[in-house]
C-alpha cells in the first residue's frame, strides 16, 4: 500500500516548510500546503515542494462563483498539485465546474487530473452554528446531504472527521476516497522522547488513532502537530508508519 499520510506543512514561512519537508519527506505520502503557508509564501511553496518529487494536497478550501472556482482550479492543476479542496456547500454547479476544470486542464497540461476533495461541515461548527447562519442544525445529517451532493456533482473525494469515516462509507461508492484529519496517535508514554509532542490532542477533540481512522475506512491521513511540532519529526512520521503495519 502507498504511504497514506499527508503531514500538514502549517508553518508560517518558506524557510520553515522546506526544512520540515527536507527532514520527513521519505516517511510521508504527501504534504498538504494551507491558507497560512500559501498565503505567506505564494504558489512558488508549491512548485519548490514538488521539485522534492512529493506530492502536494492544496488545501484552499475554494468557494465561489463556479466559473471563478474553474479557474482557482485550473491554476492549481498547472502548478501540479495531486489534491486540492473545495466547499461542498458551494452547490452542484460549483463543484460540477470544479471537476470539470480538473479533468480538462490536467488534459491540456498532460497530466493527471487532481483529486478534487469535496469539504463538508467544517469540525468547528456544531449545531449552533449552523442555526447561527441558516443551516440544518444536526451536523450529521447536513454532512451526509452535502456527500452525497458531492458524489453527485461527480468529485472523487471527501475530507470528513475521523468519527464520520464510518456513516460515510455506508452511503457513499466504495471508490470515494476519504481524507481524514484529527487524527492523534495515542502510541503511549514508553514511546520515548524522540517523537515527544506527538502525544496531545491539541484543539482537536473528535480524534482517532492513525490505525483506527484506515480501518474505519480512511484513505489518507492529514496529520500535523502530531509530526510538526514533535522533538524528532521524521521520527514521529516513522512511527506513525509503523504503527499502520
Ligand atoms: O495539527 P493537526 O493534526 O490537528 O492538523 C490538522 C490539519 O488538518 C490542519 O492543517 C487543519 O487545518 C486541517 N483540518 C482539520 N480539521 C478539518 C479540516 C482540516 O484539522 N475538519
Known amino acids: 500500500m502507498r504511504n497514506p499520510i499527508i503531514a500538514a506543512l502549517d508553518v ?141 456533482a461527480g468529485l472523487r473525494g471527501l475530507v470528513c472527521s475521523p468519527l464520520e469515516i464510518v456513516a460515510l462509507r455506508k452511503i457513499l461508492p466504495a471508490q470515494v476516497q476519504l481524507v481524514t484529519p484529527g487524527i492523534r496517535t495515542r502510541l503511549g508514554e514508553a514511546s520515548g522522547a524522540a517523537w515527544a509532542g506527538a502525544e496531545k490532542a491539541d484543539d482537536q477533540k473528535r480524534t482517532l488513532s492513525p490505525r483506527e481512522a484506515i480501518q474505519a475506512g480512511a484513505n489518507w491521513l492529514v496529520i500535523g502537530r502530531p509530526i510538526y511540532a514533535a522533538e524528532n519529526p521524521r521520527a514521529a512520521a516513522e512511527k506513525i508508519l509503523e504503527s499502520l503495519n
Open 12 to 152: 508560517p514561512n518558506v524557510e520553515a516548510a522546506l526544512k520540515l519537508a527536507g527532514q520527513i519527506s521519505p516517511a510521508v505520502g504527501a504534504f498538504k500546503i494551507g491558507g497560512e503557508l500559501f498565503t505567506a509564501a505564494g504558489p512558488d511553496i508549491v512548485r519548490r515542494i514538488r521539485d522534492t518529487g512529493a506530492a502536494v494536497f492544496l488545501d484552499l478550501k475554494f468557494h465561489d462563483i463556479p466559473n471563478t472556482v474553474a479557474k482557482a482550479v485550473t491554476a492549481a492543476v498547472r502548478l501540479d498539485v495531486q489534491m486540492l479542496t473545495v466547499h461542498t456547500s458551494g452547490g452542484l454547479e460549483m463543484m460540477r465546474a470544479a471537476e470539470a476544470s480538473a479533468q480538462l486542464a490536467a488534459k491540456m497540461n498532460g497530466r493527471a487530473a487532481p483529486l478534487v476533495l469535496g469539504v463538508t461541515v467544517l469540525t468547528s461548527s456544531n449545531s449552533s452554528t449552523m442555526a447561527e447562519i441558516g443551516c440544518e442544525p444536526n451536523v450529521v445529517a447536513q454532512v451526509e446531504r452535502l456527500a452525497r451532493l458531492a458524489v453527485q
